[in-house]
């Protein structure tokens, strides 16, 4: 467990949120009217990834197709979401630090997580997008946070554990999505922690059962 931690700030898109069918309508509406298959798109979308890139665009690049518009709407919580950011706002404050498209704040309250944010930060609506390091230290600014008493958790290492290392936060790496298949290639994308899921955080987060009696 870590100690003297204020704030922990999330990643959105395949961290708080599943991305998968929204990845799969994106593939899909890429290639419409092309001769390349989904599912050739796809293997070479993850063999991009591997290689720590932007899976999507890059495969869009390699066979000169013009990228789909992204669709929030098909975004849908992952399972341990909500309890995870249940548990965790009771002994922290809770933020986003996000690239997202505009109506952040909508999209958290259609999904019930607004009552467990205390700030959302999006690159939308600041015109900053990680991982410029302004968009993190907006969130530390507005909560009067030091970058020491900050957590950022996130999928991705170059968008998030490498931005805000470099600020002083801690970080956790969460190996969901296609963020997960990336590998760590130098000491400054080293993590503090990786966690496979959002349930894996309490663990780190907050004090066992036995601990809490230790003294007694």
């Known amino acids: 467990m870590l100690t003297g931690i204020r704030w922990l700030f999330f990643d959105i898109g395949s961290t708080l949120v599943d991305e998968s069918k929204a990845y799969v309508r994106r593939v899909r509406e890429t290639v419409a009217g092309s001769d390349i298959s989904q599912e050739q798109f796809y293997e070479e979308m993850l ?20 990228v789909a518009p992204w669709h929030s709407e098909e975004e849908v919580l992952y399972p341990d979401a909500l309890s995870c950011l249940q548990k965790l ?31 959302i930060v999006s690159s939308a ?56 298949l990336s590998s760590i290639r130098s000491p400054e994308e080293e993590p503090d ?3 496979a899921n959002l349930s894996e955080l309490c663990s780190i987060f907050l004090p066992k059962q036995e601990d809490l009696y230790e003294n007694d």
């Open 47 to 66: 063999d991009f990834y591997r290689q720590n890139k932007k899976g999507d665009l890059e495969t869009a690049r390699k066979y000169g197709l013009s």
């Open 89 to 119: 706002c009771s002994s922290y404050s809770i933020g986003v630090i996000a690239n997202q498209l505009p109506g952040t704040a909508a999209r958290m309250e259609n999904m019930g997580l607004s009552s467990y944010l205390n700030l």
């Open 125 to 180: 609506e600041e015109g900053v997008a990680k991982p410029d390091p302004k968009i993190f230290q907006i969130a530390l600014n507005r909560t009067g946070c030091l970058p020491e008493q900050a957590v950022m958790i996130g999928d991705r290492l170059d968008n998030d554990i490498v931005p805000a290392k470099r600020l002083g936060m801690k970080t956790v790496w969460i190996k969901q999505g296609f963020g997960g």
């Open 193 to 195: 922690f990786t966690v």
